[in-house]
Nanobody, 126 residues
Framework: QVQLVESGGGLVQAGGSLRLSCAAS????????MGWFRQAPGKEREFVGG????????NYADSVKGRFTISRDNAKNTVYLQMNSLKPEDTAVYYC???????????????????WGQGTPVTVSS
């Protein structure tokens, strides 16, 4: 069982930055691919980006490429989502998720992920 707790969400003006953190309880955290997803009101949950267990593989949604950066610190059992140049359309609840994935690939489908955090809201004002 893995417990994930996101933090760092809040209200920011367009063009601003936020850094989300996701702390994991598992001692095997370094075995998991970690993903970030988001869900805006009235929309389906969508993939934002993810990082493999080693950090060697990264994958981002086209909508955030060049603006968002994912990193992880396995010693701290934490994954980060640095969000720059935020836009109003980035407004959503952001979730981190863990995928026990031996291949080290970053999967983009929510159903592939085994554990989820409770989410942290991000609001970008225009």
């Amino acid at each position: 069982q893995v417990q994930l707790v996101e933090s760092g969400g809040g209200l920011v003006q367009a063009g601003g930055s936020l850094r989300l953190s996701c702390a994991a309880s598992a001692r095997t955290f370094s075995s998991y691919t970690m993903g970030w997803f988001r869900q805006a009101p009235g929309k389906e949950r969508e993939f934002v980006g993810g990082i493999s267990w080693s950090g060697a593989n990264l994958n981002y949604a086209d909508s955030v490429k060049g603006r968002f950066t994912i990193s992880r610190d396995n010693a701290k059992n934490t994954v980060y989502l640095q969000m720059n140049s935020l836009k109003p359309e980035d407004t959503a609840v952001y979730y981190c998720a863990a995928d026990f994935n031996f291949k080290g690939t970053v999967r983009m489908t929510a159903r592939e992920y085994d554990y989820w955090g409770q989410g942290t809201p991000v609001t970008v004002s225009s």
